[in-house]
Nanobody, 129 residues
């Protein structure tokens, strides 16, 4: 299992921005696809964004609509999620995830959550109106 630690969550007003970070304790970080998920109270966890190795390819959930950017710095074993134009509906706990396949992350079902290479503990993002 890859150990992942998120940071950067907090309280922000609607229209504001936040940058989340996810640090991995893993020397083979560069070989993993990385993703961000979120889970709001009473809702299922949903895919937000994912990125393959060496920033070659990124994919986003439909609701992102150009507001978020995922990136990674393999030298620092860190993946980022830059969020802009935040809305109250973006309020959720945001989780970082790692797996060998970006396609698998992007289509992950709840029954498969335990089978990927790693999850972070989550960081709370609250957007006030």
């Amino acid at each position: 299992q890859v150990q992942l630690v998120e940071s950067g969550g907090g309280l922000v007003q609607a229209g504001g921005s936040l940058r989340l970070s996810c640090a991995a304790d893993e020397r083979t970080f560069a070989s993993y696809a990385m993703g961000w998920f979120r889970q709001a109270p009473g809702k299922e966890r949903e895919f937000v964004a994912g990125i393959m190795w060496s920033n070659e390819y990124t994919t986003y959930g439909d609701f992102v609509k150009g507001r978020f950017i995922i990136s990674r710095d393999d030298a620092k074993n860190t993946v980022y999620l830059q969020m802009s134009s935040l809305k109250p509906d973006d309020t959720a706990v945001y989780y970082c995830a790692a797996d060998a396949s970006l396609g698998r992350l992007a289509s992950l079902k709840s029954s498969d959550y335990g089978s990927i290479r790693g999850w972070g503990q989550g960081t709370q993002v609250t957007v006030s109106s």
